[in-house]
């Protein structure tokens, strides 16, 4: 089958005709060209790019990258497709490096090589570094390498100090050398020091800091103070200023603030203070007594304060006593001796048992008496602290009924009044709800007389929330529940109570719960012998909760009932014996508690004190033992000086302004007086919000604690410190801002009285409008904003010249920089008779050079060019007809001119010169005849000479031994080896060194 024209097309090209239109108006077809629609993909050495693709059609774009080292060879990294193919040519070409600033050294050879920056990733070249300065690695020199990242090492050259000497100060006896940052400890002589009392002195780049020179401080010395009774617990003997030391009191003796030991500090008038060691006494031995107070030692002269326990005194019939620390001790021993009561002189008719001498604090005495006397009075009494109580019986013949009883303020006789009670007939009182009975519950009837009676007091004391009983629930009940409230309880539907069914609110406190316990959980009662006895109990060996039974003790019967597996009461025929008190004793001090009525065990007695005293101990007395326990003391109020002082308080007054200006006068206040602070603004009560006198001494204030703040407030872009939930008075809280952003105002803030100030604002640190300069050209695409730190650069357009740096900075939102571009062009050259210039122009560029050419017959005088200058040509030459001729042409040194020398030479001649053999020519070669002077003649640059002496030296030799080189050019380089038997000291790259101008750096071995 025939292919068609088509089918012959390469893949990729498009096909064009080339027609010519004929006079007769018709087109004439002629030849076709093809043209490329595709491109090939790009070769790009030291480079990749995306996408990767077989081909790329027409406008179709690539991105491409270059691998470390290198960067595009144009501004941009894309490239497109185009006809004619990628435009522009991807290519990766290697950095540059600029010419190093390298601070306190200098590169080999540094004008020879600085025309040739910049150079390429990889470039090296060696430096030296100045006196006191050496490389990282220790030398006077080294190489420097042009890196991806720039020259490697950042810092070429780094201080080093010596430390051979220490001005009032040890030192090492050799000299030790220390690199730029290395610090080294140094210890000056007594009496000396560096300032501040730094022990470390660092080589920096301007050398020691702080200089190695130990400056003469104050110093205190032990020989300056004695410690009587005393010594010093450290063994130096000399101590710098504001140096501290400690001393010890010997056994027996303490410090001023009663320790066992101090301190003392060295200061510019010397010590700081005399030590003094005073005479201690131990905490002493007590025997029947306690002490009030903590402590465990005791200046001289302090006072020690003992009470003696309950029944007992000292020497001189006291409770309490004290001690004072004298030189010898304790002024007396802390003994309490056991109390006791004597009979005193009591009538005939009274019989006394048990009988004794001498009866201790406890004993209790029984009186009755003769001849069928009637005793009138208690029939025992109670020897205590304070004597007996209550007062010895009498006995009489005949004695009186009494009236009924009288009326109690606020309470009531418990029980059915008479209207008349015999002798030793005896009353109970009971208080109405919301009081308190203070005094003995019961009176009797006393020869026709009542005694005392009680007293009903008002408690104003609460009950919290009823308690919840389990399976159980309250009948009815109103809050607040006051003293004396009750309040009853049910159990629910198959549950039984036990115990009783209701609770009292008794002084702010409930009685016991009873409980509620489920019917098929209530357990038996096991039977007793004493239970077996009985016929028709005999047979059962358990009991159900409730049931009552009878037994026999001693002909009588006794009753028990099951009460949830224990008999209430306990089944026994042994006797109980309960004691019974004597009548309660009438307490010093306290209210009448006259009574002749003994109390069973276990029942108790409320003390209430006398108006100016009070109570010490419990409140009540318990009958126990037949005898009553717990006897407390009334003891005299002792009024409170004035109040403590609080910060950012003051107390809550109550006086008027007429009186204000008294309220700061000194007074007493009574005891158990209240009173009230009140805090500053911004502050608010911590801890109570008042004081009370007690006894002398005031219960610790309340503080007046700063107000804390809620969180502070959130700014936009910024961030807090710490977030909490809430900030106490004075903390701070640190803002910062996002990246972008900038703090404009105060960066922290404090809360003071619950609230914040106000905080700052994270203001945008982008710069938006770029600045524009005369004249100043931006480098690069200008964008819509920059980020704080970064640069943007400007040139100058042709003719102009920059003054100062071409970078301005974006810093927090501002342009820092100005460029300034000025006009450094030439207008056209100076005019030159009998000249011409080739290509004038009408403007030159600073730098521009202009060549002249005489018309023959006229020579140039003067430089054949005129340089533009920052504006300014130099000056021109002349073009006028000479005669003047050249003598020999001027000799230079290990060179000669190619031809043999003239004694004269006519304008406009010539003569080259050569160099002799290993060394290299710089310059024009060719020196022309110019108004009777030669033009500058070139240099013949020296060769290396290889030295022996050197290398053994250095002990290194040339690396190829059958070449004996002596003689290197310009330029050449040398391999060298380390003699065998040595190693490397330098770099690997010293060991080919290159020839510069004579000068060769030979490496190292050793």
């Keep these: 089958m025939e292919r068609t024209e088509r089918e012959l097309y390469k893949l990729g090209w498009t096909r064009s005709i080339d027609s010519t239109l004929e006079p007769t108006g018709q087109i004439q077809p002629g030849f076709f060209f093809l043209f490329q629609t595709t491109c090939d993909p790009p070769y790009i050495p030291n480079g990749v790019y995306t996408p990767e693709r077989t081909e790329h059609r027409i406008e179709q774009e690539i991105r491409y990258k270059c691998k470390n080292g290198f960067h595009?060879?144009?501004?941009?990294?894309?490239?497109?497709?185009?006809?004619?193919?990628?435009?522009?040519?991807?290519?990766?070409?290697?950095?540059?490096?600029?010419?190093?600033?390298?601070?306190?050294?200098?590169?080999?050879?540094?004008?020879?090589?600085?025309?040739?920056?910049?150079v390429s990733v990889g470039r090296y070249y060696s430096y030296y570094c100045d006196k006191n300065f050496v490389t990282p690695s220790g030398h006077s020199w080294d190489y420097i390498y042009c890196r991806p990242k720039g020259w490697s090492p950042a810092v070429p050259c780094f201080r080093q100090c010596n430390f051979h000497y220490l001005e009032h100060g040890n030192y090492p006896n050799y000299e030790k050398k220390y690199l730029q940052g290395q610090s080294v400890k140094v210890e000056c002589y007594s009496g000396y020091s560096f300032p501040n009392e730094e022990s470390l002195m660092t080589c920096t780049e301007n050398g020691w800091s702080p200089p190695p020179r130990c400056i003469h401080v104050k110093t205190c010395s032990k020989s300056d103070i004695e410690i009587e009774n005393g010594f010093f617990s450290e063994s130096n003997f000399q101590y710098p200023l504001n140096k501290l030391t400690q001393y010890k009191c010997k056994p027996g003796y303490v410090t001023a603030d009663g320790r066992t030991s101090g301190s003392i500090t060295c200061l510019e008038s010397g010590w700081s203070a005399q030590p003094t060691c005073v005479k201690s006494c131990d905490m002493p031995l007590f025997e029947n007594a306690r002490a009030k107070s903590d402590g465990m030692w005791f200046k001289l002269n302090d006072t020690l304060d003992y009470v003696c326990h309950n029944g007992y005194e000292s020497r001189d019939g006291h409770t309490t006593g004290s001690l004072v620390c004298g030189y010898d001790g304790w002024s007396d021993t802390a003994t309490c001796y056991e109390r006791e009561c004597s009979i005193p002189q009591i009538?005939?008719?009274?019989?006394?048992?048990?009988?004794?001498?001498?009866?201790?604090?406890?004993?209790?005495?029984?009186?009755?008496?003769?001849?069928?006397?009637?005793?009138?009075?208690?029939?025992?009494?109670?020897?205590?602290?304070?004597?007996?109580?209550?007062?010895?019986?009498?006995?009489?013949?005949?004695?009186?009924?009494?009236?009924?009883?009288?009326?109690?303020?606020?309470?009531?006789?418990?029980?059915?009044?008479?209207?008349?009670?015999?002798?030793?007939?005896?009353?109970?009182?009971?208080c109405n709800p919301r009081f308190l009975l203070k005094g003995p519950n019961k009176i009797q009837c006393v020869d026709g007389e009542w005694p005392t009676l009680p007293i009903c007091v008002e408690d104003k004391s609460t009950c919290g929330h009823?308690?919840?009983?389990?399976?159980?629930?309250?009948?009815?009940?109103?809050?607040?529940?006051?003293?004396?409230?009750?309040?009853?309880?049910?159990?629910?539907?198959?549950?039984?109570?036990?115990?009783?069914?209701?609770?009292?609110?008794?002084?702010?406190?409930?009685?016991q719960l009873p409980q509620c316990i489920a019917r098929d959980e209530l357990e038996t009662c096991k039977t007793s012998s004493l239970i077996a006895r009985e016929a028709k109990l005999s047979?059962?060996?358990?009991?159900?909760?409730?049931?009552?039974?009878?037994?026999?003790?001693?002909?009588?019967?006794?009753?028990?009932?099951?009460?949830n597996g224990r008999w209430d009461p306990e089944v026994t025929c042994r006797e109980v014996r309960i004691h019974s008190c004597p009548p309660p004793p009438q307490i010093p001090n306290a209210q009448d508690m006259t009574s002749t009525v003994n109390y069973r065990d276990g029942e108790k007695i409320s003390v209430l004190c006398q108006e100016k005293y009070l109570i010490r101990g419990t409140e009540e007395i318990v009958c126990k033992d037949g005898r009553w326990q717990s006897i407390p003391r009334c003891v005299e109020k002792i009024?409170?000086?004035?109040?403590?002082?609080?910060?950012?308080?003051?107390?809550?007054?109550?006086?008027?302004?007429?009186?204000?200006?008294?309220?700061?006068?000194?007074?007493?206040?009574?005891?158990?007086?209240?009173?009230?602070?009140?805090?500053?603004?911004?502050?608010?009560?911590?801890?109570?919000?008042?004081?009370?006198?007690?006894?002398?001494?005031?219960?610790?204030?309340?503080?007046?604690?700063?107000?804390?703040?809620?969180?502070?407030?959130?700014?936009?872009?910024?961030?807090?410190?710490?977030?909490?939930?809430?900030?106490?008075?004075?903390?701070?809280?640190?803002?910062?801002?996002?990246?972008?952003?900038?703090?404009?105002?105060?960066?922290?803030?404090?809360?003071?009285?619950?609230?914040?100030?106000?905080?700052?604002?994270?203001?945008?640190?982008?710069?938006?409008?770029?600045?524009?300069?005369?004249?100043?050209?931006?480098?690069?695409?200008?964008?819509?904003?920059?980020?704080?730190?970064?640069?943007?650069?400007?040139?100058?357009?042709?003719?102009?010249?920059?003054?100062?740096?071409?970078?301005?900075?974006?810093?927090?939102?501002?342009?820092?920089?100005?460029?300034?571009?000025?006009?450094?062009?030439?207008?056209?050259?100076?005019?030159?008779?009998?000249?011409?210039?080739?290509?004038?122009?009408?403007?030159?560029?600073?730098?521009?050079?202009?060549?002249?050419?005489?018309?023959?017959?006229?020579?140039?005088?003067?430089?054949?060019?005129?340089?533009?200058?920052?504006?300014?040509?130099?000056?021109?030459?002349?073009?006028?007809?000479?005669?003047?001729?050249?003598?020999?042409?001027?000799?230079?040194?290990?060179?000669?001119?190619?031809?043999?020398?003239?004694?004269?030479?006519?304008?406009?001649?010539?003569?080259?010169?050569?160099?002799?053999?290993?060394?290299?020519?710089?310059?024009?070669?060719?020196?022309?005849?110019?108004?009777?002077?030669?033009?500058?003649?070139?240099?013949?640059?020296?060769?290396?000479?290889?030295?022996?002496?050197?290398?053994?030296?250095?002990?290194?030799?040339?690396?190829?031994?059958?070449?004996?080189k002596i003689y290197s050019k310009t330029g050449e380089t040398a391999e060298f080896m380390c003699i065998p038997g040595y190693h490397k000291k330098?770099?690997?790259?010293?060991?080919?060194?290159?020839?510069?101008?004579?000068?060769?750096?030979?490496?190292?071995?050793?």
Aim: charged share 25%; glycine share 8%.
């Design 347 to 430: 009538e005939r008719y009274l019989n006394v048992e048990p009988k004794k001498d001498i009866y201790k604090v406890g004993d209790v005495l029984k009186f009755s008496c003769r001849q069928r006397l009637r005793r009138v009075g208690a029939d025992s009494v109670q020897c205590y602290h304070f004597g007996w109580s209550p007062g010895f019986p009498t006995c009489k013949w005949k004695v009186q009924s009494c009236h009924p009883p009288p009326q109690l303020p606020n309470g009531k006789v418990k029980g059915t009044q008479k209207e008349e009670y015999g002798h030793n007939e005896v009353v109970e009182y009971v």
């Design 639 to 964: 009024p409170c000086s004035q109040p403590p002082h609080i910060e950012h308080g003051t107390i809550k007054s109550s006086v008027s302004s007429e009186g204000r200006k008294q309220r700061f006068e000194p007074k007493l206040y009574v005891h158990n007086t209240r009173l009230s602070y009140i805090c500053e603004d911004g502050f608010r009560l911590s801890g109570g919000n008042g004081i009370t006198c007690h006894m002398g001494k005031w219960s610790s204030p309340p503080q007046c604690v700063g107000i804390p703040c809620e969180p502070p407030p959130l700014i936009p872009h910024g961030v807090l410190s710490h977030e909490l939930d809430s900030y106490q008075y004075g903390e701070e809280v640190m803002y910062s801002c996002t990246e972008g952003f900038v703090i404009d105002g105060p960066a922290s803030i404090k809360c003071l009285g619950g609230k914040w100030p106000r905080p700052p604002e994270c203001i945008k640190t982008d710069c938006f409008s770029l600045p524009s300069f005369d004249d100043a050209i931006l480098i690069g695409q200008k964008k819509e904003s920059y980020r704080s730190g970064e640069q943007v650069s400007y040139k100058c357009p042709k003719y102009y010249q920059l003054d100062g740096s071409s970078i301005v900075q974006c810093i927090d939102g501002q342009w820092i920089g100005r460029p300034t571009c000025r006009d450094v062009s030439c207008k056209k050259p100076p005019k030159v008779e009998n000249a011409v210039i080739p290509n004038e122009m009408f403007r030159y560029p600073s730098g521009e050079r202009v060549h002249y050419e005489c018309i023959k017959p006229f020579d140039l005088f003067g430089e054949t060019e005129v340089i533009c200058l920052n504006g300014t040509w130099t000056d021109p030459p002349q073009c006028k007809v000479s005669k003047r001729k050249c003598g020999s042409p001027p000799p230079i040194d290990n060179g000669d001119i190619t031809t043999f020398p003239l004694p004269a030479y006519s304008p406009g001649s010539t003569v080259e010169y050569q160099c002799q053999s290993l060394y290299v020519l710089q310059g024009n070669k060719i020196i022309t005849c110019r108004n009777g002077e030669w033009s500058k003649p070139p240099k013949c640059l020296d060769a290396c000479v290889i030295s022996e002496e050197i290398m053994e030296e250095h002990k290194i030799q040339l690396r190829w031994k059958y070449q004996k």
């Design 466 to 511: 009823i308690p919840d009983l389990d399976h159980g629930y309250v009948l009815f009940s109103t809050p607040p529940y006051r003293h004396g409230d009750s309040v009853e309880f049910n159990c629910r539907e198959a549950f039984i109570m036990i115990g009783h069914r209701s609770i009292t609110c008794i002084r702010g406190t409930w009685t």
């Design 72 to 118: 595009p060879a144009t501004r941009g990294n894309t490239a497109k497709c185009t006809s004619s193919g990628w435009v522009p040519s991807p290519r990766c070409i290697l950095k540059t490096c600029d010419f190093p600033d390298i601070r306190h050294g200098s590169l080999y050879s540094e004008d020879y090589y600085k025309p040739n920056f910049p």
């Design 539 to 563: 047979q059962r060996t358990e009991f159900y909760h409730n049931t009552n039974v009878s037994y026999k003790c001693k002909g009588k019967y006794k009753h028990s009932v099951c009460i």
């Design 986 to 1006: 330098t770099a690997p790259e010293t060991f080919r060194a290159t020839c510069r101008e004579g000068k060769l750096l030979y490496p190292t071995c050793g």
